[in-house]
């Protein structure tokens, strides 16, 4: 098959660029992104328990946490429980951010070094309710 020179000088270099690529990132992935314990938290969040919901978050966090996790993953809307109506139901046991809820999981990321991540719908005195949410860009709503 015949190629023209500029072809070849294409092919040629767009290899290089590929092999120099790939080599800076096989020489740097150690340092881009180094490797970490994750782990999702699982417990059945009771409905309108608040506190009683946030000691078993807590508990699950630092269970994790003493096996050298270092992000600690819990159920959405963990913090208040699952089933409801309408929002209507769900304002009484709604926390606010900073709350009792980062609070005392701030407690448990500072005593460990780990993080922790959980969907929640929260309130908030400017916006009232909110409820976190992304969308296929990852970018944040609330």
Same mark, same amino acid.
Request: hydrophobic share 45%.
């Given at each position: 098959m015949y190629l023209c020179l500029g072809v070849k000088f294409r092919l040629a270099l767009m290899g290089l660029i590929t092999l120099g690529a790939v080599s800076y990132v096989q020489a740097n992935s150690a340092k881009v992104l180094p490797s970490f314990k994750?782990?999702?938290v699982a417990y059945d969040p009771a409905w309108g328990d608040l506190? /009683?919901?946030?000691? %078993? #978050?807590?508990? /699950?966090?630092?269970?994790v946490a003493k096996q050298d996790v270092k992000l600690a &993953?819990? !159920?959405?809307?963990?913090? #208040?429980?699952?089933?409801?109506?309408?929002f209507a #139901? &769900? %304002? !009484?046991?709604l926390d606010t951010? !900073? /709350?009792k809820t980062t609070d005392a999981l701030l407690k448990v990321a500072q005593k460990y070094v780990c993080g922790s991540g959980t969907g929640r719908t929260r309130s908030s005195e400017r916006f009232g309710l909110q409820h976190f949410s992304?969308? $296929?860009? $990852? %970018?944040?709503?609330?």
């Open positions: 994750a782990a999702a506190d /009683g919901n946030i000691e %078993r #978050m807590v508990i /699950g966090v630092e269970n &993953v819990l !159920p959405e809307t963990a913090n #208040m429980g699952y089933i409801f109506d309408d #139901m &769900v %304002r !009484p046991f951010v !900073p /709350g992304t969308d $296929r860009s $990852r %970018r944040l709503y609330w």
